[in-house]
T-cell receptor, first 111, second 114 residues
Framework: DAKTTQPPSMDCAEGRAANLPCNHS???????VYWYRQIHSQGPQYIIH???NNETNEMASLIITEDRKSSTLILPHATLRDTAVYYC????????????FGTGTSLTVIP | GAVVSQHPSWVICKSGTSVKIECRSL??????MFWYRQFPKQSLMLMAT?????????EQGVEKDKFLINHASLTLSTLTVTSAHPEDSSFYIC??????????FGPGTRLTVL
């Protein structure tokens, strides 16, 4: 079962930063936070993941609170192509461990 | 990341027929693959875990005799929807677990049962 809660939808102006929150108050000590996104009628795309330190890659930044009960995915300069459903998932990163998707946040980037 | 393909990308079939969907890991030998389905405007629902050389593990509520999974090689898992009915119409997606934490997803197969 999904162990995360996210707002159902958000809007963001093109060129601005998109900040997508996720609550995971029951996260265990060995569970990582993963972010994926799904553009309409495509398979999910991996964005980033982290355990407790903030992470950054070419796509986004992940900010995890000190108590690890919530996190924020930041798209620094949103473009129209970033319009998608964003999923936050917590999971122990062992082979064979399933991903359980929550309802995600539908992000619409507005021109 | 791993490259995952699915075939076909879409299929339309008559009620009562069986449909096979292939999931291939093109650049990685995957002992574990996963199958999901997604109804319109809903999230992905995990159906089963496909294990190379052994039986698949199905999620609660998923009929193993209706959704047959075969993972005969390290690069191929197949999902067969047997005796398909209109309520089986959905978007079916597979994923490959590389053991590094991330899963890599295929592009999906849209099944429409008439």
């Amino acid at each position: 079962d999904a162990k995360t809660t996210q707002p159902p939808s958000m809007d963001c102006a093109e060129g601005r930063a998109a900040n997508l929150p996720c609550n995971h108050s029951t996260i265990s000590g060995n569970e990582y936070v993963y972010w994926y996104r799904q553009i309409h009628s495509q398979g999910p795309q991996y964005i980033i993941h982290g355990l407790k330190n903030n992470e950054t890659n070419e796509m986004a930044s992940l900010i995890i609170t000190e108590d690890r009960k919530s996190s924020t995915l930041i798209l620094p300069h949103a473009t129209l192509r970033d319009t998608a459903v964003y999923y936050c998932i917590v999971r122990v990163p062992n082979t064979g461990n399933q991903f359980y998707f929550g309802t995600g946040t539908s992000l619409t980037v507005i021109p | 990341g791993a490259v995952v393909s699915q075939h076909p990308s879409w299929v339309i079939c008559k009620s009562g027929t069986s449909v096979k969907i292939e999931c291939r890991s093109l650049d990685f030998q995957a002992t574990t693959m996963f199958w999901y389905r997604q109804f319109p405007k809903q999230s992905l629902m995990l159906m089963a875990t496909s294990n190379e050389g052994s039986k698949a593990t199905y999620e609660q509520g998923v009929e193993k005799d209706k959704f047959l999974i075969n993972h005969a090689s390290l690069t191929l898992s197949t999902l067969t929807v047997t005796s398909a009915h209109p309520e089986d119409s959905s978007f079916y997606i597979c994923s490959v677990d590389r053991g590094l934490g991330e899963q890599f997803f295929g592009p999906g197969t849209r099944l429409t049962v008439l």
